[in-house]
């Protein structure tokens, strides 16, 4: 899929299982952080193991929301970045 890390990529850089951090900006609202932590523990299997953290763009019109997920598998990596593209209000992923 384009714009996703390929399985080869994410394979030579991690060791799964593991930990995943992964940066989402969207709108800067609570249900934005709320629906980005949802997406990531449903993906990931261990929705009470998601760790986040937000801060506001400086002129508070984004937030960014960093999420850190146990996964099994590069497709995992690659299912989580799908489900987050697919919040409405999204802006980019890092």
Known sequence: MQGLPTIPSLEATHAFP????LKIIGANTDAFEA???RVAGEVSGYPDA???SSRPSSKGNHR???VEV???TAHQVQALYVAM???DDVRMML
């Open 64 to 66: 960014a929301v960093t």
């Open 85 to 87: 593209r697919e919040l």
């Open 18 to 21: 593991c930990h995943y951090t």
């Open 35 to 37: 629906s980005v932590v």
């Open 70 to 72: 146990y996964v099994q």
């Open 50 to 52: 998601v760790r986040a």
